[in-house]
Structures are given as C-alpha cells and as structure tokens.
C-alpha cells in the first residue's frame, strides 16, 4: 500500500525524501496558518521566526499536495519527517484523510499544530505575521525565504492562498 504524506507549507517546495508522485489534495477542517513560532528553523529563542501548521478549524479545507513515497522508502521517510517536524514538539503527527480532485480520498501522513504548545500563536493579525517574517531567521536560513518559496509554489501548482500572497507582498514592501 502506498504511503502518502500532506504536505502544505515546505513540504511542497523541500519534500526531502524520494516522492513517486504528486497530486492537488484537500484536508477538510483544517486550515494552513503562520500559527507557530519558529525557534529552530526560521527563527531562534530570542527572535522566533513563524512558520505554517495546519490549525483544526471546523468546516475549513486546506489545499496542498498528497506525496506518494517511493517503494520501499517508506520507514525511512518516516523517520525523515519525524526528526525534521518534530524538533519541539509543537507539531503532533497525524493520520488523515485528504481527497483528490476527481479522485480517490487517501491517507496521509502529517503534522498540525498543538494549541496548547507554547509555540502556537494563532490568530495573530496579518501585519503582526508580516513584521515577525520579514526579520526572522534561523538554522535554516530567513523566514523570509519560507514564506517566498511556500507562496510561489503554492502559484506553480494553481492553488490559491490570499493570505500568503499579501504576505508575501507585504514582507517585500518591508524588506524593501
């Protein structure tokens, strides 16, 4: 049985493991969010950065991809992914099901945020996110870079986020 994994913020554009096959999917009631400090990644302890989760919102649906993983790689990417989202614990691994256009709905592998972790900063205001990403940066480079590289392939692949295009314009009038 092929193993999926949901990916909607780096996943899309950094996989990081060997990927069979890409499909547009939709998780239902969940929606993508710059919703957790980054300590590690995209920020540090002192100056945290943001990054995306997938925050439990009844009725809402996420767009993003369903990876298959390559045959045989699938206790490695496992591990992959639980050492890489699960530096802090803010993120819990989940099993869900996403649905694919026209077809079959699968499971998947992947990460939301836990509301009650001390990184979890949901419903901050949009101006507030733009000025936190536009000066973080972390072991994994410029919370900047994040957002750029999440917005424009989330374009590539013809789905649409309002809130990550004003972001990203918004960031490049800052950082400008």
Not at 21 to 47: K, N, P, W, Y
Not at 59 to 69: F, Q, S
Not at 72 to 82: D, H, I, K, N, V
Request: aromatic share 8%; net charge negative; glycine share 10%.
């Amino acid at each position: 049985m092929t193993m999926w994994v949901f990916g909607y913020g780096s996943l899309l554009w950094n996989p990081g493991f060997d990927v069979a096959r890409r499909e547009v999917a939709q998780l239902r009631d969940f929606h993508r969010s710059f919703c957790m400090r980054s300590i590690h990644h995209r920020g540090t302890e002192a100056e945290p950065g943001l990054v995306l989760a997938l925050d439990a919102a009844p009725g809402a649906r996420c767009a993003g991809l369903a990876l298959a993983v390559a045959e045989g790689q699938e206790e490695r990417t496992l591990a992959y992914l639980r050492e890489r989202e699960l530096i802090s614990s803010a993120y819990l691994e989940k099993r869900v099901e996403v649905q694919m256009p026209g077809g079959p709905a699968v499971e998947a592998v992947t990460y939301v945020v836990d509301p009650d972790h001390d990184q979890y900063c949901g419903g901050l205001e949009l101006e507030d996110q733009a000025r936190i990403i536009a000066r973080a940066v972390g072991g994994r480079g410029p919370n900047t870079e994040y957002l750029y590289n999440t917005a424009r392939h989330l374009t590539e692949i013809g789905l649409s986020d309002p809130d990550l295009d004003w972001l990203a314009r918004r960031v490049r009038a800052l950082t400008a």
